[in-house]
């Protein structure tokens, strides 16, 4: 796990290297939400490489109740790459060319704003087989946090400040949420947040309900961090704050898979990240969740920042990323130390 950790870290100092300067002439990004336009040499889809590569591009998800990949990929030959996929949010450009450096690139904001491309080269089907297994994993997960970059930025611009304002003052964090999303629940180190809407399928409406949850409590050693006492944390508060119908309560599901629990780097500090699955306990209803834990020193507290969707109609991974972007957009108000 370590190793795998120093290599992300060290993939995401490339990234950063390699990205140009924001350009505001720009156009605007276009495309829908989880799209990645894959501009593939035929030298590649001819070979035995080919199916390998789409099952990689088209792997699952991590943390829906159904199966759904990271990205709807939409594959398309270099003489198709005409003018109109010029500004698309995410290109992957794939390339053979024996004159050319082995190497892979990150751009930003090439033909639209708050675009970002990479093109991954090589001379010959050998050369791209070892640089794809080595890099088309964090590649794809560059993508994804740049996804929840147009997120946030969408939520800065059109969110609920509201919201964002009392969750500061309640527990120490500066917030960007949704649009419309509101307090449902507020109470000694706990405060629950809703967006519910409905979408019509079939002729009917169906619900939507994404929620963020952020508790927290003084902290005292890294055994605290540990999965299990993570995992026994979210267990208990959601038990005495979140209840369902016929007296359910919201738990952690292990029915189809374990939460994946993990480190990962925030905000310049080592933190943990939770994937899963929820349930009502004793009741048939549950979806996927995010979760995010962190010390703060400003306040001495240990905080979970746990995010959920409930959308049973409907396909989750979209409003997934919703929830991990506003669980990642909290900072530490600076100086609030505020009662723990």
Not at 21 to 32: F, I, W
Not at 214 to 243: G, H, M, P, Q
Request: proline share 4%; with cysteine.
């Amino acid at each position: 796990m370590i190793r795998n950790l120093i290599a992300l870290l060290a993939f995401a100092a490339l990234l950063q290297a390699c990205e140009s300067d924001a350009t505001s002439y720009l156009p605007s990004y276009s495309g829908q939400q989880g799209e990645l336009i894959v501009v593939i040499d035929p030298q590649i889809t001819q070979s035995d490489l080919n199916e390998p590569l789409f099952q990689q591009l088209n792997q699952p998800f991590f943390g829906l109740p159904q199966s759904e990949p990271m990205f709807k990929v939409i594959d398309i030959k270099p003489k198709g790459f005409t003018k109109i996929f010029e500004t698309h949010r995410s290109i992957l450009h794939l390339r053979i060319d024996t004159n050319a450096k082995t190497e892979v690139k990150v751009l930003r904001n090439v033909g639209a704003q708050m675009q970002t491309v990479v093109i991954i080269t090589a001379q010959n089907l050998n050369e791209f087989k070892a640089l794809a297994d080595e890099n088309l994993q964090q590649v794809l997960w560059h993508f994804h946090n740049k996804e929840l970059d147009r997120i946030t930025s969408r939520n800065k611009a059109f969110g609920s400040t509201l919201s964002n304002d009392r969750v500061a003052a309640v527990t120490g964090l500066n917030i960007v949420t949704q649009k419309d999303m509101m307090v449902a629940k507020e109470t000694k180190n706990f405060i629950w947040l809703r967006l519910d809407r409905e979408k019509p399928v079939g002729g009917y409406q169906h619900q939507i309900s994404q929620g963020l949850m952020i508790y927290w409590k003084s902290y005292t050693d890294t055994a605290s961090f540990s999965d299990s006492s993570l995992i026994a944390w979210k267990n208990e508060v959601n038990a005495r704050y979140v209840d369902g119908p016929q007296n359910s309560h919201m738990t952690t599901s292990f029915k189809l898979y374990e939460p994946a629990v993990s480190y990962l780097k925030f905000r310049g500090e080592t933190a943990k990240e939770l994937r899963g699955l929820w349930r009502m306990d004793g009741y048939f209803m549950g979806g996927p969740f995010y979760a995010l834990s962190f010390y703060n020193p400003e306040n001495q507290r240990q905080y979970m920042v746990e995010g959920y969707v409930f959308a049973p109609q409907f396909d989750k991974r979209a409003f997934l990323r919703e929830i991990e972007a506003i669980v990642k957009s909290v900072t530490p108000v600076k100086n609030k130390v505020g009662d723990n």
